[in-house]
């Protein structure tokens, strides 16, 4: 195996890894639809929970005390601060590597299509169209 071929796994990995980990939290934090109400969830309708919303939905389903709800929003934000702290760490290695694997034009286009991907630019594929610039004509 080459160690291109290897560098390829290792991402795929990575983001495998993610995509789990991310997948479980999921699953642990957001009640299934059918025991949610019909309205949009989240602060803002943006479809999830917020921290505090997922406090107040644990604490009635579980019947949690003030000392209980204070320690479960402790453990969301230290998983918060962890993940964000990890999610660094796999992104700066993730650029090295790739940075080894590119020619520096194809990481040059590389890096500028992950900052389009953090601001929700034009290389952002999650689905939805970028919001319309207000100078641009509605259509």
């Known amino acids: 195996m080459t160690n291109r071929n290897k560098a390829v796994l290792a991402v795929l990995a990575v983001f495998l890894l993610g995509a789990l980990s991310g997948g479980t939290l999921v699953y642990l934090l957001i009640p299934p639809a059918a025991a949610t109400p019909a309205q949009p969830r989240g602060e ?34 230290d998983a918060r601060r962890e993940s964000h702290a990890a999610f660094k760490i796999i992104g700066a290695k993730i ?9 520096p034009e194809q ?11 953090r601001r929700g630019g034009p290389g952002d594929r999650r689905g939805s169209p970028p919001p319309p610039k207000e100078d641009a004509p509605q259509r």
């Open 44 to 77: 803002g309708g943006r479809g999830r929970e917020s921290r505090q919303e997922a406090v107040e939905r644990l604490s009635r389903e579980l019947k949690l005390d003030a000392k209980q709800q204070a320690q479960v929003d402790q453990i969301f934000q």
């Open 95 to 103: 650029q090295d590597r790739m940075k080894k694997v590119l020619n």
């Open 107 to 117: 990481f040059a286009k590389f890096e500028k299509d992950m900052r389009e991907r």
